[in-house]
């Protein structure tokens, strides 16, 4: 079992930046790769960002590559997503998720969820 909690989320304006982060509960965080989603109201669950069990791989989001940047410090039980040049389109609610195995980007595949944390860009 794992429990996962967001932070850092809030309001910023066009071009601005963030950073997320998600904490995790137990001793079993480097087993899972972490993956951060968002979602928009009326809007389907979107993938963002995912990085491997060790940290050495990532892959992202058409919409956010060159801007967001996920890491992890298995130490700290921790992953982040840095979000740089926020775009109002950015706007939504980020939830982290751990996935033991499956494809990086279909949200069905991660085992836990965060509670999300509101992310809004303003223009």
């Known amino acids: 079992q794992v429990q996962l909690v967001e932070s850092g989320g809030g309001l910023v304006q066009a071009g601005g930046s963030l950073r997320l982060s998600c904490a995790a509960s137990?001793?079993?965080?480097?087993?899972?790769?972490m993956g951060w989603f968002r979602q928009a109201p009326g809007k389907e669950r979107e993938f963002v960002a995912t990085?491997?069990?060790?940290?050495?791989?990532?892959y992202y989001a058409d919409s956010v590559k060159g801007r967001f940047t996920i890491s992890r410090d298995n130490a700290k039980n921790t992953v982040y997503l840095q979000m740089n040049s926020l775009k109002p389109e950015d706007t939504a609610v980020y939830y982290c998720?751990?996935?033991?195995?499956?494809?990086?980007?279909?949200?069905?595949?991660?085992?836990?969820w965060g509670q999300g944390t509101q992310v809004t860009v303003s223009s």
């Open positions: 137990g001793r079993t965080f480097s087993s899972y790769a």
């Open positions: 998720a751990a996935r033991i195995r499956g494809d990086y980007s279909d949200y069905r595949t991660y085992d836990y």
């Open positions: 990085i491997s069990l060790s940290g050495d791989t990532t």
